[in-house]
């Protein structure tokens, strides 16, 4: 890096980051060789998702509509109890199962080459009703501008 601070997160969809199947036309589509930073939305829908030698690592796995990706959240503390999950959440989850969550981190490898988010900072964005329509825009957007410095 150079000295100019962190980068700032991409957003993107799932599909983006694990090689989906074309969920934009080329035109659209993000260069997401290796980015550094993301920022991904979706629903935490399974507990675990990476294994970590002896015992299953914390974490969950995210899924946007466009793909599934395993989330470490080893670093994050647990969110607060949501009223509208279910309170029957896994140890090794940092929130609910159910929960719509946006997750920022850096972007690793698991030992198989699968791509993994470790995750920096997670929201629970549950209880806000525009929180699926509006990540679609937001991630169109952010695609336009980085075709825009391209």
């Known amino acids: 890096m150079s000295g100019r601070g962190a980068a700032a997160a991409v957003k993107c969809f799932v599909a983006d980051l694990v090689g989906g199947s074309g969920s934009r036309p080329p035109s659209q589509q993000l260069s997401l060789d290796e980015p550094e930073r993301v920022w991904v939305q979706g629903v935490a829908v399974a507990s675990g ?16 509509g466009t793909g599934l990706l395993p989330i470490d ?17 896994p140890s090794s989850m940092p929130c609910p199962l159910g929960a719509y969550v946006m997750v ?7 030992e198989d080459g699968a791509r993994v988010v470790v995750a920096a900072k997670l929201v629970d964005l549950s209880p806000d009703p525009n929180r699926e329509s509006m990540w679609y825009l937001e991630v169109l957007d952010c695609a336009q501008h980085l075709a825009r410095q391209q």
Do not use: C, N, Q
């Open 49 to 64: 998702g990476l294994s970590g030698g002896a015992s299953e690592v914390r974490g969950f796995v995210l899924d946007d």
């Open 73 to 89: 959240a080893r670093k994050l503390p647990p969110l607060a109890p949501s009223s509208s999950l279910p309170s029957s959440t």
């Open 104 to 110: 920022i981190g850096s972007v690793g490898r698991r």
